[in-house]
T-cell receptor
Framework: QQQVKQSPQSLIVQKGGISIINCAYE??????FPWYQQFPGKGPALLIA?????SEKKEGRFTISFNKSAKQFSLHIMDSQPGDSATYFC????????????FGTGTRLQVTL | KAGVTQTPRYLIKTRGQQVTLSCSPI?????VSWYQQTPGQGLQFLFE???????NKGNFPGRFSGRQFSNSRSEMNVSTLELGDSALYLC????????????FGEGSRLTVL
């Protein structure tokens, strides 16, 4: 059972555009929602994270929007750059459950010139 | 500070063999978790160790096992390899393992022939 659903599977955005990746979760016990960025040949790296008590978190060009009632959250990448081309994973976590993250299926982002 | 180090980076085995993968966490991190990454199933949690004790386990068969040493280094073992075990095995460390903020290594890519 896929507890975190992520879309789209792939995304092509022009340089300077906005990239939007969406995720939905089922388990209301999740209380921490990180996004990880993975480049080819590398492990995932934490990009930004949010807790459900806030509706938005912004760090530089990256913003998470969170809708608790809809059980959805999304990553927005403003002014997308070719260096942002990577695979992005949303994840969900229950505090105290010993590093057991539940990941979405990933979105491969390509930013073109 | 050095990152998470995984060895070997690449290995090829045949069905029925066993394999041992090694992980050295970031200095000071006491929690080590393991994830399997495949194109079809994405990132899936295998298990997590803290202070040499397994604290959580994912839904994998008993052929998958692990351990942690007193210096926090960890190993995972897969016995009686099957073709479907071909994957990127990622190790992640965190200070205590209850935050969902993980630091991943670059992974060990296992190919089973």
């Amino acid at each position: 059972q896929q507890q975190v659903k992520q879309s789209p599977q792939s995304l092509i955005v022009q340089k300077g555009g906005i990239s939007i990746i969406n995720c939905a979760y089922e388990n209301t016990a999740f209380d921490y929602f990180p996004w990880y960025q993975q480049f080819p040949g590398k492990g995932p790296a934490l990009l930004i994270a949010i807790r459900p008590d806030v509706s938005e978190k912004k760090e530089g060009r990256f913003t998470i929007s969170f809708n608790k009632s809809a059980k959805q959250f999304s990553l927005h990448i403003m002014d997308s750059q070719p260096g942002d081309s990577a695979t992005y994973f949303c994840a969900a976590y229950i505090t105290g459950t010993a590093s057991k993250l539940t990941f979405g299926t990933g979105t491969r982002l390509q930013v073109t010139l | 500070k050095a990152g998470v180090t995984q060895t070997p980076r690449y290995l090829i085995k045949t069905r029925g063999q066993q394999v041992t993968l090694s992980c050295s966490p970031i200095s000071g991190h006491r929690s080590v978790s393991w994830y399997q990454q495949t194109p079809g199933q994405g990132l899936q949690f295998l298990f997590e160790y803290f202070s040499e004790t397994q604290r959580n386990k994912g839904n994998f068969p008993g052929r998958f096992s692990g351990r942690q040493f007193s210096n926090s280094r960890s190993e995972m073992n897969v016995s009686t390899l099957e073709l479907g075990d071909s994957a990127l095995y990622l190790c992640a460390s965190s200070f205590q393992g209850h935050t969902g903020e993980l630091f991943f290594g670059e992974g060990s890519r296992l190919t089973v022939l």
